[in-house]
C-alpha cells in the first residue's frame, strides 16, 4: 500500500531563517505530488506542483521554492522566513491527474517568530 | 472569479441525527467534485467523489448530491457519531488542465 511522510512534523524557526520541509512517497511510482499551504481561517492554496523529476510548477509567486530531486521525494524550501509564512503545510499526491484523488501526508506546522 | 462556498460556522447536530453539509459554488463548470473529512492537526482524508452527470452517491453512512443546475452539493452523514465531528472539505476540479480547488471546510460537531 502507499504511504505518504513528512518531517518534520512542528518546526519553530524565526524570521530570516531558512527552511526545508521534506516529503517522501511509498508504494508508488511517478506521482504528481504538491504542496499546499493551509492558514488559520482559510482554505488549502496549492504552493507548487510536479509531475515529474526536476519539474516544478508554481501556483503563487512567494519567497518558497520546490524541488524534486527523486520520483518520490518533494521538498518545501526557503531561503529566509517570513512571519506569513507560517502555516500548516501538507504534501499530496496523485496518481494520474491533480483533479484525481489526492492522499495528504501528516503535515508540518510551522510557526515563524 | 471562481467562488466555492462552505459554511464557516459550526454545525452542531445531535448524535444519531442525519448531518448534512453544503457546499455551493460560483463561476465554476467542475466535471466533478470531491469531500474530503479532516481531524485537527492531521491531513485531509478522501471520502467521496462525484461527478457531473451523477446526481448522488453513497458510501456507507455517507451520501453526497450534486446539482449542477443549483451550482450546490449536500453532504450527508446519516445516523451520526461523536466520531464523525471534524471539519469536512468540498473540492472542485473543472477537469482537463485545471486544478482541484477546495473549500475552506464546515467544522461538525456530534454531541453524546
Known amino acids: 500500500s502507499q504511504t505518504i511522510h513528512q518531517w518534520p512534523a512542528t518546526l519553530v524557526q524565526p524570521v530570516g531563517s531558512p527552511l526545508s520541509l521534506e516529503c517522501t512517497v511509498e508504494g508508488t511510482s511517478n506521482p504528481n505530488l504538491y504542496w499546499y499551504r493551509q492558514a488559520a481561517g482559510r482554505g488549502l492554496q496549492l504552493l507548487f506542483y510536479s509531475v515529474g523529476i526536476g519539474q516544478i510548477s508554481s501556483e503563487v509567486p512567494q519567497n518558497l521554492s520546490a524541488s524534486r530531486p527523486q520520483d518520490r521525494q518533494f521538498i518545501l524550501s526557503s531561503k529566509k522566513l517570513l512571519l506569513s509564512d507560517s502555516g500548516f503545510y501538507l504534501c499530496?499526491?496523485?496518481?494520474?491527474?491533480?483533479?484525481?484523488?489526492?492522499?495528504f501526508g501528516p503535515g508540518t506546522r510551522l510557526t515563524v517568530l | 472569479s471562481q467562488k466555492i462556498e462552505q459554511n464557516s460556522e459550526a454545525l452542531n447536530i445531535q448524535e444519531g441525527k442525519t448531518a448534512t453539509l453544503t457546499c455551493n459554488y460560483t463561476n465554476y463548470s467542475p466535471a466533478y467534485l470531491q469531500w474530503y473529512r479532516q481531524d485537527p492537526g492531521r491531513g485531509p482524508v478522501f471520502l467521496l467523489l462525484i461527478r457531473e452527470n451523477e446526481k448522488e452517491k453513497r458510501k456507507e453512512r455517507l451520501k453526497v448530491t450534486f446539482d449542477t443546475t443549483l451550482k450546490q452539493s449536500l453532504f450527508h452523514i446519516t445516523a451520526s457519531q461523536p466520531a464523525d465531528s471534524a471539519t469536512y472539505l468540498c473540492a472542485l476540479s473543472g477537469g482537463g488542465a485545471d486544478g482541484l480547488t477546495f473549500g475552506k471546510g464546515t467544522h461538525l460537531i456530534i454531541q453524546p
Open positions: 499530496a499526491w496523485t496518481q494520474g491527474a491533480w483533479t484525481d484523488t489526492q492522499y
